[in-house]
Nanobody, 119 residues
Framework: QVQLVEYGGGSVQAGGSLRLSCAASTNILTINRMGWYRQAPGNQRELVASVTSGGSTDYADSVKGRFTISTDNAENTVYLQMNSLKPEDTAVYYC?????????????WGQGTQVTVSS
């Protein structure tokens, strides 16, 4: 089992910045992929950014150049730095962890943190 706890959500005006943190209960180097997802009301949950245990990153087109995902392996924490925020970034943001074990994949989720961007 992997427990994930997110911090750092809040309200900000358009153009502002926020940093989200996700603390994992285990060594994140044992997790194949850490990611941030978001879900706005009426929308499906979507991938925002991810990072593999090897350090490869991936971003949704809508956040490229504005958001950065990073890790602190010593603290077992994943960050999402969000700059130049837009009202359409408003959503609940979820931290996720994926472990591959043979033929099985295990996904773990945090409780979510609200990000609200006002125009």
């Amino acid at each position: 089992q992997v427990q994930l706890v997110e911090y750092g959500g809040g309200s900000v005006q358009a153009g502002g910045s926020l940093r989200l943190s996700c603390a994992a209960s285990t060594n994140i180097l044992t997790i194949n992929r850490m990611g941030w997802y978001r879900q706005a009301p009426g929308n499906q949950r979507e991938l925002v950014a991810s990072v593999t245990s090897g350090g490869s990153t991936d971003y949704a087109d809508s956040v490229k150049g504005r958001f950065t995902i990073s890790t602190d392996n010593a603290e077992n924490t994943v960050y999402l730095q969000m700059n130049s925020l837009k009202p359409e970034d408003t959503a609940v943001y979820y931290c996720s962890a994926r472990r591959d074990r043979g033929w099985s994949t295990y996904d773990y989720w945090g409780q979510g943190t609200q990000v609200t961007v006002s125009s």
